[in-house]
T-cell receptor, first 115, second 114 residues
Framework: DGGITQSPKYLFRKEGQNVTLSCEQNLNHDAMYWYRQDPGQGLRLIYYSQIVNDFQKGDIAEGYSVSREKKESFPLTVTSAQKNPTAFYLC??????????????FGEGSRLTVL | EDKVVQSPLSLVVHEGDTVTLNCSYEVTNFRSLLWYKQEKKAPTFLFMLTSSGIEKKSGRLSSILDKKELSSILNITATQTGDSAIYLCAVRDPGGTSYGKLTFGQGTILTVHP
């Protein structure tokens, strides 16, 4: 079945370590997104990519990095520069084509805890 | 900067009550407004609104957009414990591209007691 796969689901890391969260989709979607969610709060956009080899910063990009070398994959690296990395991270993708009005398809999320 | 504000931030009701959740927005170029329900992990899509005044309905849930007031409401009638969730409102600003970005509000945490 088509969908978005995030891994790992749970991740524990020590302060000062970089971690990379994986996001893979087989929906043939052009656009992919990374959001961060803190407890009891909405989603904040970290980075998004509309085509391969191109991506834009969202509202809270500091301390994060991404790459988009393949259409199917959009990994997120949480660097040691991110001051409060403990959060729930959601990856999403969006359908291609003109007139797209915006529905996002989400992965199951990755919960990162920094000790 | 695009902005989406939801109210109330949290709401506690009893089964059978009717609730109204609000969403207001400020975006440079409006394309659509979306509502999502998030119970545990991945948000699930509820409605997408693009035209003012046209109600979208799905069972006990309904939503309507008011472009003049830059707002939308989500109504849930005869609430059930299964409606307990975070309800997220998001607005798409295409920014001159095919996709642009989706900006989310803070969410409304709804708790329905038996």
């Amino acid at each position: 079945d088509g969908g978005i796969t995030q891994s790992p689901k749970y991740l524990f890391r020590k302060e000062g370590q970089n971690v990379t969260l994986s996001c893979e989709q087989n929906l043939n979607h052009d656009a992919m997104y990374w959001y961060r969610q803190d407890p009891g709060q909405g989603l904040r956009l970290i980075y998004y990519s509309q085509i391969v080899n191109d991506f834009q910063k969202g509202d809270i990009a500091e301390g994060y990095s991404v790459s988009r070398e393949k259409k199917e994959s959009f990994p997120l690296t949480v660097t040691s520069a991110q001051k409060n990395p403990t959060a729930f991270y959601l990856c999403a993708s969006s359908k291609p084509g003109q007139g797209n009005t915006g529905e996002l398809f989400f992965g199951e999320g990755s919960r990162l805890t920094v000790l | 900067e695009d902005k989406v504000v939801q109210s109330p931030l949290s709401l506690v009701v009893h089964e059978g009550d009717t609730v109204t959740l609000n969403c207001s927005y400020e975006v440079t170029n409006f394309r659509s407004l979306l509502w999502y329900k998030q119970e545990k992990k991945a948000p699930t899509f509820l409605f997408m609104l693009t035209s003012s005044g046209i109600e979208k309905k799905s069972g006990r849930l309904s939503s309507i957009l008011d472009k003049k007031e830059l707002s939308s409401i989500l109504n849930i009638t005869a609430t059930q414990t299964g409606d307990s969730a975070i309800y997220l409102c998001a607005v798409r600003d295409p920014g001159g591209t095919s996709y642009g970005k989706l900006t989310f509000g803070q969410g409304t945490i709804l708790t329905v007691h038996p």
